[in-house]
């Protein structure tokens, strides 16, 4: 986590991108939250020590640029992400900021079977400095160590609409759940085509416009337009990464989903000179690699809300290049 800090960093298509990427397990209904099944993943004086051993490790690995250690305390996508960013923060020499949770409310469902999982809402920093995170702690199987698998930056409170039990535990929804406006485990595959074919794409009307679905897109064809200008081709194709769907059931009977795109870009110039490893793309590969070709990989993790009828709403993201090859 403190390896990622976000930085004011841009990738190489430029700040046309920016805004808009930077603005940018049971189901039931909640009568059946009222019959709980399976057992609580854990307890929340445990998810606290969870997150505090969490914080501890990930500073100690955040002040030495070590992303062996963040192996010890994360798993994918979160790790190769974080590991990545500790790349780039290693090149510019930036040690991240020390990490301290606030504000922190646990969230953990009812399972009957592994992976356990829970998740958290905190913050980080003070005033107009203040992140939110929507955390995601699972744990493979009984012994194991508790890895944050994924932490999404959710621009509103997105996880006060989660409901809980009388017990204050809550529900998880199985992604294939039939009674929302579109199953959980449909979402990434959607998103990917709208952020890859546009708003007429199939299954990008389950989403609703925004910073990280219309708008993104849009953005991402003013990028290419922007580069053919300089000489550059760029061409973008997202897809659902190959990565475990979770959500948490909501008040009104919809679900907050917690999901990943992996986006994979190629860049061409005619002339060399014309590229450049910089911005996001800092660390993972020598800066004069590229000449007239880079390829590179991008892992996107989203948080959405699906209401029972209706179109999802993408609140919360995190973006990292996580490769990048040039020729």
């Given at each position: 986590?403190a390896?990622r800090?976000?930085?004011?960093?841009?990738?190489?298509?430029g700040?046309?991108l920016?805004?808009?990427?930077?603005?940018?397990?049971?189901?039931?209904t909640?009568a059946?939250a009222?019959?709980?099944r399976?057992?609580?993943?854990?307890?929340?004086?445990?998810?606290?020590r969870?997150?505090?051993?969490?914080?501890?490790?990930a500073?100690?690995?955040?002040?030495?640029?070590s992303g062996?250690?963040?192996?010890?305390?994360?798993?994918?996508?979160q790790?190769?992400?974080?590991?990545?960013?500790?790349k780039?923060?290693?090149?510019?020499?930036?040690?991240?900021?020390?990490?301290?949770?606030?504000?922190?409310?646990?969230?953990?469902?009812?399972l009957?079977g592994?992976?356990h999982?829970?998740?958290?809402?905190?913050?980080?920093?003070?005033g107009?400095?203040?992140?939110?995170h929507?955390l995601?702690?699972?744990?493979?199987?009984?012994?194991?160590?508790?890895?944050?698998?994924?932490?999404?930056?959710?621009?509103?409170?997105?996880?006060?609409k989660?409901?809980l039990?009388?017990?204050?535990?809550?529900?998880?929804?199985?992604?294939?759940?039939?009674?929302l406006a579109?199953?959980?485990g449909s979402?990434?595959?959607?998103?990917a085509?709208?952020?890859?074919?546009?708003?007429r794409?199939?299954?990008?009307?389950?989403?609703?416009d925004g910073?990280?679905?219309?708008?993104?897109?849009?953005a991402?064809k003013?990028g290419?337009?922007?580069l053919?200008?300089?000489?550059?081709?760029?061409?973008?194709?997202?897809?659902?990464?190959?990565?475990?769907?979770?959500?948490?059931r909501t008040?009104?009977?919809?679900?907050?989903?917690w999901?990943?795109?992996k986006?994979?870009e190629?860049?061409s110039?005619?002339?060399r000179?014309?590229?450049?490893?910089?911005?996001?793309?800092v660390?993972?590969?020598?800066?004069?690699?590229?000449?007239?070709r880079?390829?590179?990989?991008v892992?996107?993790?989203?948080?959405?809300?699906v209401p029972?009828k209706?179109r999802?709403?993408?609140?919360g993201?995190?973006?990292?290049?996580?490769?990048a090859?040039?020729t």
């Amino acid at each position: 986590m403190a390896a990622r800090t976000p930085v004011p960093i841009v990738p190489l298509t430029g700040c046309l991108l920016a805004a808009a990427l930077a603005a940018g397990c049971s189901g039931g209904t909640s009568a059946e939250a009222a019959k709980p099944r399976g057992a609580p993943a854990l307890t929340k004086a445990q998810a606290q020590r969870v997150l505090a051993s969490y914080t501890a490790a990930a500073n100690r690995a955040g002040y030495r640029f070590s992303g062996r250690a963040l192996r010890a305390i994360e798993a994918d996508p979160q790790l190769s992400m974080d590991v990545a960013a500790l790349k780039l923060r290693r090149a510019v020499r930036q040690r991240p900021p020390k990490l301290a949770f606030t504000s922190t409310t646990f969230y953990i469902p009812r399972l009957t079977g592994y992976p356990h999982w829970f998740a958290a809402d905190a913050a980080t920093g003070q005033g107009d400095r203040t992140l939110r995170h929507a955390l995601l702690f699972t744990q493979a199987e009984a012994g194991a160590p508790w890895l944050l698998a994924a932490d999404p930056y959710p621009a509103e409170p997105a996880l006060s609409k989660i409901a809980l039990d009388p017990d204050g535990f809550a529900t998880p929804v199985d992604p294939g759940a039939k009674d929302l406006a579109v199953a959980p485990g449909s979402l990434p595959q959607a998103h990917a085509a709208l952020l890859t074919e546009g708003p007429r794409a199939s299954g990008a009307a389950h989403l609703a416009d925004g910073a990280k679905t219309s708008e993104t897109y849009k953005a991402l064809k003013q990028g290419e337009h922007a580069l053919a200008g300089r000489g550059v081709t760029l061409s973008s194709r997202f897809s659902a990464a190959p990565y475990k769907v979770y959500a948490l059931r909501t008040k009104d009977r919809g679900a907050l989903v917690w999901y990943v795109l992996k986006q994979n870009e190629a860049y061409s110039a005619t002339k060399r000179g014309r590229l450049a490893v910089s911005g996001d793309l800092v660390g993972l590969a020598p800066a004069r690699t590229a000449r007239t070709r880079m390829d590179t990989t991008v892992l996107v993790q989203y948080l959405a809300t699906v209401p029972a009828k209706g179109r999802a709403t993408v609140s919360g993201m995190y973006r990292k290049a996580v490769t990048a090859h040039g020729t």
